[in-house]
């Protein structure tokens, strides 16, 4: 019988098996040196995403707070801007970021909700911010691959862009998924008087101290106005405007005045109120009465609506205010009894939930705005 040398048969099979997992060591790194180096740049890409989404939406919540201010230099407002991008790009990432002003572009989007080009223009039109982060060999530095060497390369660029907005122009308002009650006070103001303080005219003796919550004396570039015309000292022609019933009631009021107006209230208008074809109708109440003050001033200082009429028809409780306009403004002063009566307040930018968007702005709201979000 013939005997096989298994011995040697063994040792042929080891070197074999050398031999063959010598050949595949380096597809077979170069494959984890792949996946790890991808992961590493999938890691660093999203976190360079979430830097640059933080970027943008501060960048446009900056615009909201600076672009109404009187800015002698009104170039200021995109400085800002990109001051709070660059402060937020930085917090959201594992080291300091340089963002040079190309990558932070600032200026008007004409139709926010479909996207599209940031346009430049007069800052107080600006709703868009657009940011791009990156890490290349001009900025920031690559990304250094930790096996990329066995493959033939030892870095690599990657960025993320994000732009931001927000509605600057509102039409209306309606009951939506994510609608809170809606800060407007059921009180009207003429359009001429609104287009004067609109434009600058106007006295001008009090500022809104931030640290002190409460207003001072002192200018601040935003004129004031009087619910109560200063000719007359009668309001006779700015009363209280109906929401949510066809008459109002003292009761009613008070409520919207404290705590807005609210998904009931908007129902009676079937779920909306929105300026189409340049006008709205609301019943109208003349006069202001001396039963609202204390909540008025509860609210000095916070941010309401105002609907802005241009004509007033009826008598009395029949009146019928034609509404043009929808702004941003907060009270000021109160004082409803005596002969000399006032309802201070200027204009403050408001930004709200449930907004209908509008086509034109400033044609049908002025310092409204949705709250921020990110584009693209």
């Known amino acids: 019988m013939t005997q096989i040398n298994t011995n040697r048969w063994f040792c042929r099979r080891r070197g074999n098996i050398a031999a063959l997992t010598a050949l595949l060591l ?5 494959v984890v040196a792949l996946a ?29 707070e600076t672009k109404h201010q ?23 990432y594992r080291k300091p970021l340089q963002i040079d ?9 004409p139709e926010p909700r479909s996207g599209g080009v940031i346009q430049l223009g007069d800052p107080k039109s600006f709703n868009a911010v657009q940011v791009r982060v990156r890490r290349d060999h001009t900025t920031n530095g690559p990304l250094h691959l930790i096996l990329g060497s066995l493959i033939g390369t030892d870095s690599a660029a990657t960025s993320a862009t994000a732009t931001a907005a927000m509605l600057a122009d509102v039409k209306g308002f309606k009951v939506t998924d994510d609608f809170e009650n809606l800060p407007l006070l059921p009180f009207a103001l003429d359009l001429t ?31 004031e106005f009087n619910f109560y015309p200063q000719d007359t000292g009668s309001a006779a022609n700015r009363g209280t405007v109906n929401i949510g019933a066809a008459n109002n009631s003292t009761r009613r009021v008070s409520r919207q005045i404290l705590d807005g107006i609210t998904v009931e209230d908007l129902k009676f208008h079937d779920g909306q109120l929105v300026i189409e074809s340049g006008t709205i ?34 008598n009395g409780n029949n009146g019928v205010y034609t509404i043009v306009r929808w702004v941003g403004i907060r009270i000021i002063d109160v004082n409803l ?26 044609s049908h709201s002025e310092y409204i705005y949705s709250p921020v979000w990110i584009v693209e």
């Open 70 to 92: 009187d800015l002698n230099d009104p170039g200021q407002v995109t400085v800002r801007a990109r001051t709070a991008a660059r402060q937020y790009a930085n917090a959201n």
């Open 193 to 223: 008087t609104w287009e004067s303080v609109s434009e600058g005219f106007g006295q001008d003796l009090w500022r809104w101290d931030a640290n002190a919550e409460q207003f001072v004396p002192g200018s601040d570039g935003i004129p």
């Open 281 to 314: 109708t609301l019943g109208a109440d003349p006069g202001i009465s001396a039963g609202f003050k204390d909540e008025l001033a509860k609210i000095i200082g916070q941010a309401r609506l105002i609907p802005v009429f241009s004509e007033l028809s009826g």
């Open 101 to 109: 002003d190309r990558d932070i572009k600032v200026g008007f989007m």
């Open 337 to 362: 009894s005596g002969a000399d009566k006032w309802l201070l307040a200027q204009a403050s930018p408001v930004v709200v939930t449930g907004v209908v968007p509008g086509d034109d702005p400033g």
């Open 26 to 30: 380096v597809p077979v790194l170069a």
């Open 36 to 64: 790890i180096d991808v992961g590493v740049m999938q890691v660093h890409r999203a976190e360079l995403q979430r830097s640059a989404d933080a970027a943008a939406m501060a960048g446009v919540w900056e615009l909201l």
